[in-house]
């Protein structure tokens, strides 16, 4: 049985950095979409950066260009979020999801995201 597990949140002033992680066991994340999503208290999901691992394309929601990356590791079987310049509105439960139907990623429903990590808290001060 396939998991995702994600690691790498916590508590951090505005203007500074947090990486998350996510590693898969018990599948490999190779030729998938790999997303990072967050939701905040009282918000819906939102897809915030994914990654195609066939070939590296990337897509991001605008509020997080330029401050965030998403990147694979060289295992391929870990995926990062490289989150700079953290703002206070950045603060919510994020989570690593993939869709392993093997097509490209774009945002749009979540739904065809079959594996899901358990979540990981990012919490921004001002």
């Known amino acids: 049985q396939g998991q995702l597990v994600e690691s790498g949140g916590g508590s951090v002033q505005a203007g500074g950095s947090l990486r998350l992680s996510c590693s898969a066991s018990?599948?490999?994340?190779?030729?998938?979409?790999v997303g990072w999503f967050r939701q905040a208290p009282g918000k819906e999901r939102e897809g915030v950066a994914h990654?195609?691992?066939?070939?590296?394309?990337?897509i991001y929601v605008d509020s997080v260009k330029g401050r965030f990356i998403i990147s694979q590791g060289y295992a391929k079987n870990t995926v990062y979020l490289q989150m700079n310049s953290l703002k206070p509105e950045d603060t919510a439960m994020y989570y690593c999801?993939?869709?392993?139907?093997?097509?490209?990623?774009?945002?749009?429903?979540?739904?065809?995201?079959?594996?899901w990590g358990q979540g990981t808290q990012v919490t921004v001060s001002s």
């Open positions: 018990g599948f490999t994340l190779s030729n998938y979409c």
């Open positions: 999801a993939a869709d392993i139907s093997g097509a490209f990623c774009y945002f749009g429903s979540s739904a065809r995201f079959a594996y």
């Open positions: 990654i195609y691992t066939g070939d590296g394309s990337t």
